[in-house]
C-alpha cells in the first residue's frame, strides 16, 4: 500500500506590535488557530511583544517569537517595557528581530495586525523584503478604529495610505458592512478601498479540552464583569461594585475578572471590597475566558473587540460601559451595536450613571439575546479569512475535510 504523500508546510508570519492588553494577540491567536484546523500543511508563527504571551496555550503548527516589549503611555508615547534603555535602542532590536525572523522563517504571506508599517516602522524593512520576494502582505483591521478628527492626522502622519498601497495585497476588515467603514473619512482611502474584504467578525468556540477551576468555584446564575487585560477597566469595575454594595439583593451573582494588567494596589483594592459582598466572586485572570462566558447569564464589559466577538459568539446579553479616551474606538463600537439590537450601551459620562447600572444589571438576564438580530454572515470572519488564504496562496487543494 502506498503511503500517502507528505505536504509542503505552507508558512504564514504573523505580527502583532502591541504589549498592553490582550485584544491584538487574542485576535491573532483566533485567526492562527483557524488557519492550521482548515489546512493541515500550514503552519503560523507569531510575532508579538506579549509579556502573557506564555500563559496561553498554541494548537499544533503554531508557534511565536517573543519580542522585548514596548507599552504605551497615557500621552501616546511609548517606552520599553522591561529594559533598562532607550526606546530607540529597544526598538532596533525588534527590528531586527522581526527581519531576521522573516528572513529564517520565509513565510508565504505576511499578515500584520492594524499598523501597516508596525510600531513607528519597524517592520517597513521587513515589508520591503518580502515584497521583493513576492511574498503577499495582509493588513488586519478591527471594524472600528477611531474618530476621523483622530484617526485621519495619525495616518496621514504615519503615511499609512502609502504603505498600503505599497505593500498590501489586501485588508481585511474583521467586522460586517453594517457597522460602517473604519477607513471612510480618511483621505486617500478610496485609492484603497478595492483592496478591502469585510470578513465579518471573528467567532470564538470553546476548546476541545480546557481546564478552569474558577468555573467550579463560581456562584450561579452569574454576570461575568471583563474589562479585558484590566490596564484601563477599573472605572468599570469600580462602577458595578458600587451597585453590588448599595443592593445587597441584585438578582445576580457576579464574577469580576480583573485582568493580568490591573495594577495589583487596584486589584487588592477590589479584592477586599468583593471579599464583604456574598454575592461576588472576583478573580484576577483565566486563561480560558471562553469557559467563562458559555457559562455566564449575561456579560458586562468596555467594548474592546474581542471581548465584543466572544459575547455575539456565545450570543450572551450585555451591557457595555466603553472609554472614551484617549481612543474612542470602543465608544463607536458600543453606539453601533446598540443601533443594531445587539447590546446595551451606557454613558460613562452620564451624572446617573449608578442608576442606570444598577436598572440594567436587574434586568440583565430578561434581554433577548444578540442573535435575533444580527445580519446574515455577522459572525463569518474565520471562514472567510480561510476561504481568502486559498487566492493568497493558492491552498485549494489542501482544505482538511471535516
Given amino acids: 500500500m502506498s503511503q500517502p504523500e507528505s505536504r509542503t508546510p505552507r508558512r504564514i508570519l504573523m505580527y502583532s506590535h502591541d504589549t498592553f492588553g490582550l485584544g491584538h494577540l487574542r485576535r491573532c491567536?483566533?485567526?492562527?488557530h483557524a488557519i492550521v484546523d482548515r489546512y493541515k500543511s500550514a503552519t503560523v508563527l507569531i510575532l508579538t511583544g506579549s509579556p502573557i504571551i506564555g500563559s496561553f496555550s498554541f494548537k499544533a503548527?503554531?508557534?511565536?517569537?517573543r519580542i522585548p516589549g514596548v507599552i504605551k503611555l497615557h500621552n501616546g508615547d511609548y517606552t520599553s517595557l522591561s529594559l533598562l534603555q532607550d526606546l530607540s535602542n529597544t526598538l532596533a532590536l525588534r527590528e531586527s528581530i522581526i527581519r531576521h525572523t522573516a528572513e529564517v522563517f520565509d513565510p508565504e504571506l505576511?499578515?500584520?495586525?492594524?499598523?501597516?508599517?508596525?510600531?513607528k516602522g519597524e517592520i517597513e524593512p521587513t515589508l520591503e523584503m518580502l515584497k521583493e520576494k513576492g511574498v503577499p502582505a495582509v493588513l488586519g483591521l478591527r471594524d472600528v478604529l477611531d474618530t476621523p478628527e483622530l484617526l485621519a492626522p495619525e495616518w496621514e502622519q504615519k503615511k499609512a495610505i502609502e504603505a498600503i498601497e505599497r505593500y498590501y495585497s489586501r485588508i481585511w476588515v474583521y467586522g460586517d458592512r453594517s457597522m460602517g467603514n473604519p477607513l471612510e473619512t480618511i483621505p486617500g482611502q478610496a485609492r484603497i478601498e478595492s483592496k478591502m474584504l469585510y470578513t465579518g467578525y471573528l467567532r470564538r468556540s470553546l476548546p476541545s479540552t480546557y481546564t478552569s477551576l474558577n468555573l467550579e468555584q463560581v456562584q450561579r446564575p452569574y454576570i461575568l464583569v471583563t474589562p479585558g487585560g484590566g490596564g484601563d477597566g477599573i472605572e468599570m469595575v469600580d462602577q458595578v461594585l458600587r451597585v453590588y454594595?448599595?443592593?445587597?439583593?441584585?438578582?445576580?451573582?457576579?464574577?469580576?475578572?480583573m485582568g493580568p494588567f490591573m495594577p495589583s494596589e487596584t486589584q487588592e483594592?477590589?479584592?477586599?471590597?468583593?471579599?464583604?459582598?456574598?454575592?461576588?466572586?472576583?478573580?484576577?485572570f483565566d486563561n480560558c475566558m471562553e469557559a467563562l462566558l458559555q457559562d455566564a447569564s449575561g456579560v458586562v464589559a468596555m467594548g474592546g473587540y474581542?471581548?465584543?466577538c466572544e459575547i455575539l459568539s456565545f450570543d450572551k446579553q450585555s451591557v457595555l460601559l466603553p472609554r472614551k479616551v484617549p481612543r474612542q474606538e470602543q465608544w463607536l463600537r458600543a453606539k453601533k451595536a446598540e443601533a443594531l439590537g445587539l447590546t446595551s450601551c451606557l454613558d460613562p459620562d452620564s451624572p446617573d450613571l449608578e442608576q442606570e447600572l444598577q436598572s440594567a444589571l436587574s434586568q440583565l438576564h430578561l434581554k433577548q439575546p444578540p442573535s435575533g438580530q444580527m445580519p446574515p454572515n455577522f459572525m463569518s470572519g474565520l471562514e472567510t479569512i480561510c476561504l481568502d488564504l486559498q487566492e493568497l496562496m493558492d491552498v485549494e487543494d489542501e482544505v482538511a475535510c471535516g
Fill in 29 to 32: 491567536r483566533a485567526i492562527a
Fill in 61 to 65: 503548527r503554531v508557534d511565536f517569537v
Fill in 110 to 119: 505576511f499578515i500584520v495586525d492594524k499598523e501597516p508599517l508596525g510600531l
Fill in 245 to 257: 454594595e448599595s443592593d445587597r439583593k441584585m438578582p445576580l451573582n457576579l464574577l469580576i475578572v
Fill in 269 to 284: 483594592a477590589f479584592q477586599h471590597r468583593a471579599a464583604q459582598l456574598e454575592q461576588v466572586g472576583i478573580i484576577t
Fill in 306 to 308: 474581542n471581548t465584543f
